[in-house]
């Protein structure tokens, strides 16, 4: 049974950074595609980055330049390197995982089948 835990999340003041880690256990972590994606209340689940299993990586336009995803398939994780935070990306941040997902998937939460529990992202001063 594929499991996904993430840690790193925290308050932070806007301009700040923080790192976000995804660890996949339960499955052959090399053949997984991931992403991660943000929520607040009363809106749908949002793309936020993905990295393909060769390592290609996808932001959504709006963190593109502040966000790095990264992958250690020695260690089964990926991590979220976030710098210059705003206020709008305040939410809560899940890791999701699919081995079968085509990247031309990789922006909808409906391709994936495995999620985690998600950690909480506040940008506030």
């Known amino acids: 049974q594929v499991n996904l835990v993430e840690s790193g999340g925290g308050l932070v003041e806007p301009g700040g950074s923080l790192r976000l880690s995804c660890e996949l256990s339960?499955?052959?972590?090399?053949?997984?595609?991931v992403g991660w994606f943000r929520q607040t209340a009363g809106k749908e689940r949002e793309f936020v980055a993905a990295i393909g299993r060769g390592s290609h990586t996808y932001y959504l336009d709006s963190v593109r330049g502040r966000f790095g995803i990264s992958r250690d398939n020695a260690k089964s994780t990926v991590s979220l390197d976030m710098s210059s935070l705003k206020p709008e990306d305040t939410g809560v941040y899940y890791c999701?995982?699919?081995?079968?997902?085509?990247?031309?998937?990789?922006?909808?939460?409906?391709?994936?089948?495995?999620w985690g529990q998600g950690t909480r992202v506040t940008v506030s001063s």
């Open positions: 999701a995982a699919d081995q079968s997902l085509i990247l031309s998937d990789y922006g909808r939460h409906t391709a994936y089948d495995h």
């Open positions: 339960g499955g052959t972590f090399r053949r997984y595609v």
